[in-house]
């Protein structure tokens, strides 16, 4: 019996109507599903009652199942690359959101979505990730989340200028006066990345972008680097310290005596696109002829 692993967004209102749905969806196809277990709760809340066995850790779907399904828009697909990115799953996004680039199924064809799947009518990618760590002026090194969309560099207070120092592989390229910096890779390029200026990627790409936010100089044009280019970000004396995002998460204090360095990295998950799907176009269709 197929096996599939279900990542849902609890906070997607149209969650609640497509859910039970989908559940009689896949028992008409005889597919197994088991749910990531710290949504039950929630589930129970609304009025979805499903079986204990149903229920499992992150860990035991990775490592048991081959085919995780994120439910929601592009927050929750980022949410459920980084919960399973050690693991060799092949992930798939339901989109219920809005404006949306990462999911490969809208609500309305999800049957034949799932009919391709069992006939493995797709196609796998990889993704880059962005590792990173931060080394504080004793030498300590403090890891900061793996990110597959972009890592965001600046100040928490709005319109307040800082100043950022950039090396590539351990070369100075320049300082940027902004609102902050974006490291990004080409799936976080139609992201924040895009609306700062930045070009777009294809998701296949394995290039990183570096993108200023509001620069306060005639210097500031993005920049794409090689998936083996080391970035090193540090501070002037003048900037005390500053605040650092992880794909939109968390919130690290970098001080003026802390390096942080990113670096491409890959994990062993992979994401399923369909065949007739093409990024271009769809990139037109959401982007284009729906502005």
């Avoid at 300590?140 to 990110?147: R, S």
């Avoid at 351990?170 to 609102?179: M, R, S």
């Avoid at 139609?190 to 930045?198: D, K, P, R």
């Amino acid at each position: 019996m197929m096996e599939f692993g279900l990542f849902p967004n609890m906070g997607k209102m149209k969650l609640y109507d497509f859910f039970p749905k989908f559940l009689k969806l896949l028992e008409r196809k005889n597919i197994n599903f088991y749910i990531t277990e710290d949504v039950k709760q929630r589930f129970e809340a609304k009025g979805i009652f499903i079986s204990e066995e149903h229920y499992k850790s992150v860990q035991w779907i990775g490592e048991h199942v081959k085919y995780v399904f994120s439910i929601g828009g592009d927050g929750s697909f980022l949410e459920a690359s980084k919960a399973f990115s050690r693991y060799s799953v092949f992930l798939v996004g339901i989109h219920l959101g809005d404006l949306g680039f990462l999911n490969s199924i809208l609500m309305e064809n999800v049957e034949q979505r799932i009919e391709q799947i069992l006939h493995e009518e797709y196609i796998l990618e990889s993704k880059t990730f962005l590792a990173s760590f931060l080394i504080h002026q004793d030498g300590t090194k403090e890891a900061l989340p793996a990110v597959i969309n972009d890592i965001v560099i600046g100040r928490t207070e709005i319109g307040k200028m800082v100043r950022i120092q950039l090396w590539i592989n351990n070369v100075f390229a320049q300082q940027y006066p902004c609102d902050g910096l974006i490291i990004s890779t080409a799936t976080g390029s139609t992201g924040y990345a895009f609306s700062c200026g930045g070009p777009i990627l294809h998701p296949s790409s394995n290039e990183l972008l570096v993108v200023p936010i509001s620069a306060h100089t005639l210097s500031k044009f993005s920049a794409v680097l090689s998936n083996d280019a080391q970035i090193k970000v540090t501070l002037p004396e003048r900037e005390k310290e500053v605040r650092i995002s992880a794909d939109g998460n968390g919130c690290y204090c970098m001080k003026q005596s802390d390096t942080l360095i990113i670096k491409c990295c890959k994990r062993p998950i992979r994401f399923i696109r369909f065949r007739d799907q093409d990024f271009w176009n769809d990139l037109t269709e959401k982007l284009v002829r729906k502005s």
